[in-house]
């Protein structure tokens, strides 16, 4: 059955550290993956989209890896900060389908 | 990006009545999309509304439970029809074309009594 699977619930992780977060999908051919940031009572918001062909992207202190023999994302997010704090969803877009939402993770940067 | 506003950002029904939650976006869209996220999970697909066509709707949702409307290019409406405490939920409106980021509104959290 298909599954998308983040490595936690949550994380806590002491400020300026390199948080990562995985994503780890089952029976999908994704053509690109995006992540996701939801504080609480909002929305999620747009972070970093990374295409099937593409082996990384950075934005600012964010970066995203894909690895499609692995079926695994990374996103990992340096020199963390207290507000950096919220829920990390991954996304995957699957051929011929709509988008498919992992389960998120917690993340808590402590000061 | 879009601006995405729902209406009502939150409410308390009761038993077996309907509620219908507004989207209104800032800018022309075609494709709108509808999510459930229930308490600690995380979002799933409720149907894709494109203006102009029936709603599409993923397995285990259907018209008679979440009537969608859309009737222009920025704004779109879901009923949540006799609800059921298994109702409670917060539901969101997207935005995004095919290939590209989504952007959501804030959500309208509703619990049923």
């Known amino acids: 059955s298909q599954k998308i699977e983040q490595n936690s619930e949550a994380l806590n992780i002491q400020e300026g550290k390199t948080a990562t977060l995985t994503c780890n999908y089952t029976n999908y051919s994704p053509a690109y993956l995006q992540w996701y940031r939801q504080d609480p009572g909002r929305g999620p918001v747009f972070l970093l989209l990374i295409r099937e062909n593409e082996k990384e992207k950075r934005k600012e202190r964010l970066k995203v890896t894909f690895d499609t023999t692995l079926k695994q994302s990374l996103f990992h997010i340096t020199a963390s900060q207290p507000a950096d704090s919220a829920t990390y969803l991954c996304a995957l877009l699957n051929y011929g389908q709509n988008f498919v939402f992992g389960p998120g993770t917690r993340l808590s940067v402590l000061p | 990006s879009a601006v995405i506003s729902q209406k009502p950002s939150r409410d308390i029904c009761q038993r077996g009545t309907s509620l219908t939650i507004q989207c209104q976006v800032d800018?022309?869209?075609?494709?709108m999309f509808w999510y459930r996220q229930q308490p600690g999970q995380s979002l799933t697909l409720i149907a894709t509304a494109n203006q102009g066509s029936e709603a599409t709707y993923e397995s285990g949702f259907v018209i008679d439970k979440f009537p969608i409307s859309r009737p222009n290019l920025t704004f779109s409406t879901l009923t949540v029809s006799n609800m059921s405490p298994e109702d409670s939920s917060i539901y969101l409106c997207?935005?995004?074309?095919?290939?590209?980021?989504?952007?959501f509104g804030d959500g309208t959290r509703l619990s049923i009594l």
């Open positions: 997207s935005v995004g074309g095919e290939h590209q980021p989504q952007h």
């Open positions: 800018s022309q869209v075609t494709m």
